[in-house]
């Protein structure tokens, strides 16, 4: 789900959208994947307001699948892993 105030580019929507599959096809395959290599895998490093937008896809996916798993993952925990993004 995107923002509203965050109005992509069709061909970048795509990419997210491409990044989020291949993350969330690992995890289906039972791979866990850091959510942090995926933010920059559409360049290094991958600009504003691409990443914020990007991290903010990814990390819902990876809520989704941690729940689906029977993990419950908590604010606090992704607080610590990106705290220039609270």
Do not use: N
């Amino acid at each position: 789900m995107r923002s509203s105030s965050t109005v992509l580019p069709l061909a970048v929507a795509r990419q997210v959208d491409e990044v989020c599959d291949r993350f969330e096809s690992q995890w289906s395959s039972g791979a866990r994947p850091r959510l942090e290599q995926y933010v920059d895998s559409l360049g290094q490093p991958t600009p504003e307001p691409l990443r914020t937008e990007l991290l903010r896809a990814l990390l819902l996916v990876e809520i989704e699948v941690r729940r689906r798993s029977g993990e419950r993952p908590d604010a606090e925990e992704y607080r610590k892993r990106f705290p220039t993004h609270a």
